[in-house]
């Protein structure tokens, strides 16, 4: 899904999730060396309160603090450290040094300064903002949140360093302590080592497409094009991560592969966030999920493939033979036997919607699905389902002369059975009475309309509800599920018989 493409590129800024993760390391670290006592409070003297503690145990806020600047020769000595770190990421990662990375000082407003332009100029930032209806209509997002004034105040909160594949230098920070900066160097250092022997932006634009956006009627290859960009971005992420944890570990005699637990750890603690990351910890499941995947999944997918085959694959090797889909990077092991998923055809959207407008138009792929289960049913559903994917796309419009009317949406999915699709449309069917105000069941020809769309386990064949946003039409044949929302009658049964009527036919040439 083109909505979920991330803002923030490997060759881009990098938000301060790279500094979440030195925290939680560092405190896992600490936890190791002092034991379980680390996680208990400190006991005072008698008459001592905590930061932030009335007498009587009443909590108030912390003062407030002037922001500190670094000495001149603890930036010296952080300039100095750029070439000893990063030749560990290169050790590390196997990926040569073919010049030295430029470095420069730069302030919290100028970090900010430039994070607000790049957001304001990067092409994935506009269409997910250009794409937030997208999101509400599925219930990815709250209908009533403002996006746009979300991710400005996520930037104000989560500034932080980043390396700039234009410039080929890496920003320093001049209000953060050189211990605190040089783990965070592992990470932009490595992306330094990436850009030299492959040219992230290349590489990454190599893996974008937007003519599915472009054209009236965009092929099958162009639909699934939209997932290579979020894969490449976790290769990106991944790898850096790799060697960020390898880094802070290295005094510990540890490794990433030695000390499994603290990925599971990390992994964990990103979807949490820090106490001052209020801005990320309040945000909605998606945008978290969407935020952190590359980190998360990409970690996982950097270290499934340095366990099966080594350092040269998992870096240099992939670069060369990048994963091109979120299954792939979610299930590693489909990525190194080759999986190959055929493209889903596509029915001629600009004739048969002729009366609408096309607003937007994407791929659905597996981590899309684990989002909308996850959403809908929770975390657990939404493991056991989501491997079970095996194809889907999505198509939204409007009707040509009424803009303000409710964003229509076709949605198509393929499984690994239609026993895993019976599920999915069961689970997309019950959320849909928490997405709209009104939901009323359509009697069926012949048959009395269910009360309820809650608690259906299994849902098959063809069903359909009134909302305020007009018909719900879910049909679920064989392997497939076809979805539509608020597009006229007429137009949704084109669309169902473009997309489900050579199904029918093979059903009927089927030998019992």
Request: net charge negative; hydrophobic share 40%.
């Amino acid at each position: 899904m083109k909505d979920r493409e991330k803002f923030h590129k490997g060759s881009g800024p990098l938000i301060s999730i790279v500094l979440l993760l030195f925290l939680l390391i560092s405190s896992w670290l600490g936890a190791q060396e002092v034991g379980h006592e680390a996680a208990q409070p400190a006991h005072l003297p008698s008459g001592q309160q905590t930061a932030g503690e009335k007498p009587g145990g009443e909590a108030q806020p912390p003062p407030a603090e002037t922001e500190t600047k670094i000495s001149s020769r603890e930036a010296e000595e952080l300039f100095r450290s750029v070439d000893e770190i990063l030749k560990f990421a290169s050790q590390d990662s196997a990926l040569p040094i073919h010049k030295q990375v430029k470095r420069r000082l730069t302030s919290r407003d100028e970090v900010q300064a430039y994070l607000e332009k790049h957001m304001s100029e990067d092409e994935d930032a506009q269409r997910l903002k250009r794409s937030e209806q997208v999101l509400k209509k599925f219930g990815l997002l709250p209908r009533d949140f403002d996006l746009a004034k979300f991710l400005v105040s996520l930037l104000r909160e989560q500034v932080a360093g980043y390396y700039d594949a234009k410039t080929k230098t890496v920003n320093l920070l001049d209000w953060l302590g050189a211990e605190q900066q040089r783990p965070v160097l592992a990470h932009e250092l490595t992306h330094a080592l990436q850009d030299q022997s492959f040219g992230l932006e290349k590489w990454m634009k190599a893996g974008r497409n937007d003519l599915a956006l472009k054209k009236k009627n965009p092929t099958p290859e162009e639909i699934d094009n939209d997932e290579a960009l979020t894969a490449r971005q976790a290769v990106i992420e991944g790898q850096a991560m790799a060697v960020l944890i390898d880094y802070m570990l290295a005094p510990t005699g540890q490794s990433l592969l030695s000390s499994p637990q603290v990925v599971e750890a990390l992994k964990q603690g990103l979807l949490v966030g820090t106490a001052d990351s209020v801005e990320f910890s309040n945000a909605p499941i998606f945008l978290k999920e969407v935020l952190t995947f590359p980190y998360r999944y990409g970690l996982d997918f950097v270290t499934e493939v340095l366990t099966k085959d080594g350092k040269d694959k998992a870096f240099a090797g992939v670069f060369k033979n990048p994963p091109h889909s979120t299954r792939q990077i979610m299930e590693p092991k489909t990525y190194l036997s080759g999986e190959q998923i055929e493209p889903m055809p596509l029915p001629d959207f600009a004739h048969l919607a002729k009366d609408y407008n096309k607003f937007d138009v994407g791929s659905m792929g597996e981590f899309d699905v684990a989002l909308l289960v996850d959403q809908y049913a929770g975390v657990d559903p939404s493991k056991a389902l989501y491997p079970k994917w095996r194809g889907g796309y999505y198509y939204a419009a409007k009707p040509k002369g009424d803009e303000a009317a409710a964003l229509a949406l076709l949605y198509v999915s393929r499984w690994a059975s239609p026993q895993s699709a019976a599920e999915f449309a069961a689970i997309y069917a019950t959320y849909l009475t928490k997405r709209y105000h009104s939901v009323r069941p359509v009697a069926l020809e012949g048959e009395k309309a269910p009360e309820t769309t809650e608690k259906i386990a299994s849902l098959k064949g063809n069903r359909e509800w009134l909302t305020e946003d007009g018909d719900v039409v879910i049909d679920v044949q064989g392997d497939m599920v076809f979805l539509t929302e608020s597009f006229d009658d007429v137009t949704s049964g084109k669309l169902r018989e473009a997309v489900m009527s050579p199904l029918k036919a093979v059903g009927a040439a089927a030998p019992n």
